[in-house]
């Protein structure tokens, strides 16, 4: 990725693992703890008086935002990368030092030699020359974890056909307890799609008004891939690909990175963090500009060591995604380093509530398991019949919109009430607003950090 | 409710079905009739499976849905630079937020209005304090207000605004407090005939609140509301801001009752040296004191007598007994001495400054109580008092009243109180002592004797003008207590938030 400017403290913010490394790093965003500050087009560096006897060595490469620092905290990026970061954006006079210190080119260059390597490593793969691997011990891995897949959706069939037999009103299903050992029996099974699934089907179970209609759903669907996944052999390479996927068998990068690439210049149009099963899931949501696809990057990190994906909504990223393989795939990988525009390039062309709907009828009319759909609306907000808040386009066709009261107030704020561009979620029952445009700048609605 | 037969179905179970549900949704027929009831719990899954596709596939939008009523209109002034939004988007998450109101002016100065995005926030944290209200407003733009006026806790953020004329009538309770300010400023007799025309439908809050408004800026025009009605209101703030308004109105018939009541209890004895005011407690409760706003039933503690003429001193103003004795504020001070009910005096006093102080004498009022040996005990703080005289001050006023506290361990407290209570800058050379004052507590062993709050307030009230000394001579401390680094980072925010709004970054 390319930079052209210096990041804005948008981009900063986006970029930090958590709340308490954002607010050390803004701390640090003064001239007078650094020993020495310098920059030029493409790096920026300096020595941060830390607690140590010698300053720490901070380094921060433009393109990619990626930094290095000789602190000893496993925070990625540390306070001392976020903290010239900010001073570069906002005091860029205060980066003096215009000649590279050794220290900085010796971490320049190997960076460099690094990359290539690994494109290198990246290529060989695709093109099969890698390393040889044991087939044998492979196919016997694999054997054995379909094994144990198979275990567990036969259990959960079982489970699920109990569950028909008495009926969801009468089973406690909202307590913890009636499911805990479900999940935790999948997880074991290493049917990890299937653990998820019920996690959602629990929440609806808890949930409030039309908490049966929402249990039946998720339990009809849960049901609808257990038969799907025993069949799976009659099936075509995508179906099958997308059973697996949904019952938590995961892909190799590889296996991604050599599908066909779709080239285009990608819009971020939503990105979210946030912690789940002590991970932290970033999630971007993009569009293809001349496309109109519509790919997620999901990113996942351990909590103690969080790495998320930095660019914040409104950005246009060029370059090559691979789709996972399924029936009209979402999620993708880049294929190489994207570039980020250096002007932003401005947003898609917005859609109607009718061609959402549409497009998501069809959609489940393909893969019945994808109910979240991202889409891009031009709509403004307002109150629906039974008086609770909804999105409304210019046909006048409206849906509701799930959120709290402050998301509602900032969407107020931002949209004067007026015509703008929201990126959403769509489930099919509600619109989850993930950001918004305010002129040409775009404005998250979902948390972009993980605060602790 | 009515729930349909499939629904049943999920709900009790299929141990309980006696027939195959009927099809929820014409939509379903065909698929519904491909469904084997024989292997029920499988067919009873399927179905929700089908619901579940049906019901994501048929959503529709829903068409007869409200938009805005009224879009918030074109906006005129430009937004602030991205720069100065960020600060602002911090100090609203908490981060030096004393820095607030400065940045409020300073946008205001410059003719630029608050990013809509960060509108809700700004709405939510000036919504509880006033100063932060007014510095607000110039700066919320077409749609700050626009969203203001949406919810009832944000509206208090346009009492300070222009309103239509047709306010006061129609207006929610922050239009017409608006109403009533703007029309009090230049035709004060329309708005004190307004006012009395809607005061015996008010209730009691709005009365509490007009009241308020009045007592900012007293007027003849007012005395007749005042002494007739709101002086004997059933609420005590009502009557207390009565009594604060009509201090300030000598022409007031209860003015001169007030006079007239001290003037029979308090005198003066004695000749050149040995003069001294004397008091003469009442006997009896008058039950026309009553309409005076005067209490019978004393505190515990109180004696009732005293307390009656401590009410009646406090209706006085303090100007009204040196013209009485014809002597300057600090030579009467000095003749409050011996009498046995000299503290009920003063506390008259003080009750009277704390509700309406006067510029002509507060000054040397602040000066005598600094001196006092002992705070009368039923008083409020010297903590609460002396802000109040500062109010009406001059900043070099200030800084001499702040100057006369002395520099020991047990008065630093009343030192640092005054100087972050209120809302004045320091001039230079006081900032300057001040600075001294705070360094020498920062480095007090083996506690800094100030902590981070006052440190923050410190940085708030020095002219940015010593802002550069305060950071070299902090940075040259051999080490930083938590509040000098406190205080250091505040300062150094303040200088970024001026920076932020220049136009072009200094090298």
């Known amino acids: ?452 | 409710m009515n729930r349909d037969p499939f629904t049943i179905l999920t709900l009790l179970g299929t141990e309980r079905m006696t027939a195959p549900p009927t099809v929820p949704h014409p939509v379903l027929t065909e698929a519904w009739a491909g469904l084997d009831w024989t292997a029920r719990e499988t067919a009873a899954l399927s179905a929700m499976a089908l619901v579940a596709a049906a019901r994501g596939a048929g959503a529709m939008g829903v068409s007869d849905s409200k938009p805005e009523a009224e879009p918030a209109p074109v906006e005129i002034l430009p937004s602030c630079s991205s720069g100065a939004a960020a600060l602002l988007r911090r100090m609203l998450a908490g981060e030096h937020a004393i820095v607030l109101v400065e940045w409020l002016a300073l946008a205001a100065a410059h003719g630029c209005r608050v990013r809509f995005r960060d509108l809700p926030a700004l709405l939510r944290v000036v919504a509880r304090d006033q100063a932060l209200r007014i510095a607000a407003l110039p700066v919320l733009g077409e749609r700050g207000v626009w969203l203001a006026r949406r919810t009832d806790e944000w509206r208090r953020v346009l009492e300070t605004a222009r309103v239509e004329d047709g306010a006061w009538e129609t207006g929610e309770l922050s239009e017409r407090i608006a109403w009533l300010r703007q029309i009090r400023a230049h035709d004060p007799a329309r708005a004190a005939e307004s006012l009395a025309k809607a005061w015996p439908g008010a209730s009691g809050e709005e009365r509490e609140r007009f009241a308020g408004v009045v007592a900012e800026a007293p007027t003849p025009h007012d005395v007749a509301l005042l002494e007739g009605e709101a002086l004997k209101d059933r609420r005590r703030e009502v009557r207390l801001a009565a009594r604060a308004s009509l201090l300030r109105l000598p022409e007031a018939k209860f003015s001169e009752r007030a006079r007239a009541q001290v003037a029979a209890m308090a005198g003066a004895e004695g000749m050149l040296m040995m003069r001294r005011l004397t008091l003469r407690l009442p006997e009896t409760f008058d039950a026309a004191w009553k309409a005076n706003g005067i209490e019978e039933k004393p505190p515990a503690g109180t004696g009732p007598r005293a307390f009656w003429a401590r009410q009646w001193i406090a209706s006085v103003p303090l100007s009204a007994w040196t013209s009485r004795f014809d002597v300057s504020a600090e030579k009467l001070f000095a003749l409050n001495r011996d009498d046995e009910w000299r503290e009920t005096i003063l506390l008259g006093w003080i009750d009277a400054a704390m509700a309406a102080p006067e510029k002509g004498n507060a000054e040397a009022f602040a000066l005598h109580l600094i001196g006092l040996a002992d705070w009368p005990k039923s008083a409020p703080s010297p903590a609460e008092v002396l802000p109040r005289l500062l109010t009406v001050l001059d900043p070099e006023a200030c800084a001499r009243v702040l100057a006369a506290v002395p520099a020991t361990e047990a008065d630093e407290g009343l030192y640092f109180e005054l100087l972050f209570r209120t809302g004045f800058h320091l001039p230079d050379v006081a900032a300057r002592r001040a600075l001294e004052r705070c360094l020498a507590a920062f480095q007090a062993k083996p506690y800094p004797r100030l902590q981070s709050n006052h440190a923050r307030e410190l940085a708030r009230r020095l002219p940015l003008a010593t802002a550069g000394e305060a950071v070299r001579r902090l940075a040259a401390l051999p080490e930083l207590s938590s509040p000098a680094e406190e205080l250091l980072r505040a300062i150094e925010f303040r200088q970024q938030v001026h920076q932020a709004f220049t136009v072009s970054l200094p090298s």
């Open chain 1, 1 to 452: 990725m390319i930079v052209a400017a210096y990041p804005t403290s948008d981009q900063i913010t986006a970029l930090a693992p958590d709340a308490t490394s954002l607010k050390a790093g803004r701390e640090l965003a003064a001239p007078r703890k650094w020993a020495l500050l310098g920059g030029d087009a493409e790096t920026l560096w300096g020595l941060a008086q830390g607690s140590g006897k010698e300053p720490y060595q901070t380094r921060v490469a433009l393109d990619g935002l990626s930094t290095k620092c000789s602190c000893p905290s496993r925070k990625f990026p540390c306070k001392h990368a976020l903290g010239l970061l900010f001073i570069a954006a906002a005091t860029p006079a205060a980066l003096a030092e215009k000649n590279r210190p050794a220290w900085l080119v010796e971490w320049l260059t190997g960076r460099a030699e690094r990359q290539e390597k690994t494109k290198e490593r990246a290529e060989q793969k695709t093109a099969g020359i890698a390393a040889p691997v044991d087939e044998t011990a492979q196919a016997k891995r694999l054997e054995k974890r379909a094994g144990r897949v198979d275990e567990g959706v036969a259990l959960l069939s079982q489970w699920l056909a109990d569950l028909a037999r008495r009926g969801i009103a009468d089973s406690g299903l909202n307590a913890h307890a009636a499911w805990d050992d479900i999940i935790r029996r999948m997880v074991d099974a290493q049917a990890i799609g299937l653990a998820r699934r019920l996690r959602y089907a629990a929440e609806a179970a808890r949930g409030g008004t039309g908490w049966e209609e929402r249990l039946a759903d998720h339990l009809g669907r849960l049901h609808l891939l257990l038969v799907a996944y025993a069949r799976r052999e009659a099936c075509d390479a995508d179906l099958r690909a997308e059973l697996e996927q949904q019952i938590g068998w995961t892909l190799a990068q590889e296996q991604v990175l050599a599908g066909p690439p779709v080239n285009d210049s990608w819009f971020v149009a939503a990105r979210t963090v946030r912690e789940e099963d002590r991970l932290v899931v970033s999630n971007t949501w993009l569009q293809g500009l001349s496309t109109g696809r519509w790919a997620q990057l999901v990113r996942t990190s351990p909590l103690v060591q969080p790495a998320v994906d930095t660019w914040p909504p409104g950005r246009t990223l060029t370059g090559e995604l691979c789709f996972y393989p399924g029936i009209e795939p979402l999620r993708a990988l880049w294929r190489g380093e994207p570039q980020a525009g250096a002007a932003d390039r401005g947003a898609p062309g917005a859609e109607s509530i009718e061609d959402v709907l549409g497009r998501y009828a069809s959609g489940l009319a393909l893969n019945p398991w994808r109910t979240r759909l991202p889409a891009l609306l031009s709509a403004r907000p307002g109150t629906l019949r039974n008086g609770g808040a909804g999105l409304l386009d210019a046909s006048g066709a409206a849906l509701p919109l799930r959120t709290d009261a402050d998301t509602r107030d900032l969407v107020l704020a931002i949209t004067g009430g007026r015509e703008s561009l929201i990126s959403v979620l769509w489930d099919g029952e509600a619109l989850e607003p993930l950001a918004v445009a305010d002129g040409a700048e775009w404005v998250p609605l979902t948390r972009q950090n993980l605060e602790r």
